[in-house]
T-cell receptor, first 107, second 112 residues
């Protein structure tokens, strides 16, 4: 039982592209939202979090949260090959993750 | 950064065998988690705990037992291992249930 759904399952983009990853959640009372990144062969690591409606930017990464539409997203500007990884979203009202989006950035 | 260690890093066992996976965190976090990761399924929660002696059931608990012996140590037990339990297992910890989770390096288990 995953209370977050991610899309797309996988994504291949060219270097320099803008990439968007999506999560939808089911609990409208959710308050804490995280994106984790997992490079191949490594453990997941927290990337960014947001706790209120709106937008948060850190470098090339921006996350959006819209609680009314039960949706939050991660946007990567100027995607780099080093961004290639599995991206997992997490709604910390329950310790569960989405199935992930596998991002591949082609040089 | 929070430190979470897991042992062993790799394990091979046979069907019906007993396996214990160990996890230790040294940051006095309250919460500890066990996940399994299989291609196409992301991270699936097996069990978690919010303190020594506490155990909460996750989403895929069948065939797994867990025990939190101390604040630092969380064990996952497979008493009759089956090939379907071949997977990559991650342990994680967090201070509160809503905080960042810090993951260990993972244990790769193969059940023949």
């Amino acid at each position: 039982q995953q209370n977050v759904q991610q899309s797309p399952e996988s994504l291949i983009v060219p270097e320099g592209a803008r990439t968007s990853l999506n999560c939808t959640f089911s609990d409208s009372a959710s308050q804490y939202f995280w994106w984790y990144r997992q490079h191949s062969g490594k453990a997941p690591k927290a990337l960014m979090s947001i706790f209120s409606n709106g937008e948060k930017e850190e470098g090339r990464f921006t996350i959006h949260l819209n609680k009314a539409s039960l949706h939050f997203s991660l946007h990567i500007r100027d995607s780099q090959p080093s961004d290639s990884a599995l991206y997992l979203c997490n709604n910390n009202n329950a310790p569960r993750f989405g199935a992930g989006t596998k991002l591949t950035v082609k040089p | 950064e929070a430190a979470v260690t897991q042992s062993p890093r790799n394990k091979v066992t046979v069907t019906g065998g007993n396996v214990t996976l160990s996890c230790r965190q040294t940051n006095s976090h309250n919460y500890m988690y066990w996940y399994r990761q299989d291609t196409g399924h992301g991270l699936r929660l097996i069990h978690y705990s919010y303190g020594a002696g506490n155990l909460q059931i996750g989403d895929v608990p069948d065939g797994y037992k867990a025990t939190r012996t101390t604040q630092e140590d969380f064990f996952l037990l497979l008493e009759l291992a089956s090939p379907s339990q071949t997977s990559l297992y991650f342990c994680a910890s967090s201070d509160l249930g809503v905080d960042t989770q810090y993951f260990g390096p993972g244990t790769r288990l193969l059940v023949l």
